[in-house]
């Protein structure tokens, strides 16, 4: 069966050190997302991609990246670890960026 | 602005106890009304897709129903393992509009 799987499931940074959460996703789709969920908050956009090499800013993106080399993955980096990027974070895929999408199960992280 | 508004924030039920959740969007030429169920330390899993009025879709125990401004998850004679946190989520232009969620409780 098709999946997304994330990795770590939970991890715990310093504070300015750069973490790299990662998305693996067997659909085939072409559009990758990454959300962060936080309570108060429904999910928020951080960064999308439509297709390999294709990176784009989501509602939320400040202080973290992503890239595209290839259909299954979309890593996203937090280039110096803030204590306000303590969250869940989600990867998800679908056919559209306005379409049903499949989420991972999420990754933890906390900045310290 | 593009909103997604869920009500109400919780809700707990007795087991067999139907009752309904609603979603009110208010969002710019709508693509699609996606309802998801969130169990804790998991992601959103999909349950339904709808794309107009009138439009009725039905999984189990649950019913989505939408309506121009609304839609409405109808949970009939819920179980214990019904109990999750259940999103509402709007297609708008070019992004997913997401509700805060209804958590939902049902006891034996």
């Known amino acids: 069966d098709a999946e997304i799987t994330q990795s770590p499931r939970h991890k715990i940074t310093e504070t300015g050190r750069q973490v790299t959460l990662a998305c693996h996703q067997t659909w085939n789709h072409n559009n990758m997302f990454w959300y962060r969920q936080d309570l108060g908050h429904g999910l928020r956009l951080i960064h999308y991609s439509y297709g390999v090499h294709d990176t784009n800013k989501g509602e939320v993106s400040d202080g973290y990246s992503v890239s595209r080399s290839n259909t299954e993955d979309l890593p996203l980096t937090l280039e110096s670890a803030a204590s306000s990027q303590t969250s869940v974070y989600f990867c998800?895929?679908?056919?559209?960026?306005?379409?049903?999408?499949?989420f991972g199960q999420g990754t933890r992280l906390t900045v310290v | 602005e593009d909103q997604v508004t869920q009500s109400p924030e919780a809700l707990r039920l007795q087991e067999g106890e139907s009752s309904s959740l609603n979603c009110s969007y208010t969002v710019s030429g709508l693509r699609g009304l996606f309802w998801y169920r969130q169990d804790p330390g998991k992601g959103p899993e999909f349950l339904f897709t709808?794309?107009?009025a009138g439009e009725e879709k039905e999984k189990e125990r649950l019913k989505a129903t939408l309506t121009k401004k609304e839609s409405f998850l109808h949970i009939t004679a819920p179980k214990p393992e019904d109990s999750a946190t259940y999103l509402c989520v709007a297609g708008g232009y070019n992004k997913l509009i997401f509700g805060a969620g209804t958590r939902l409780a049902v006891h034996p």
């Open positions: 709808l794309y107009s």
């Open positions: 998800a895929s679908g056919d559209k960026l306005n379409t049903e999408a499949f």
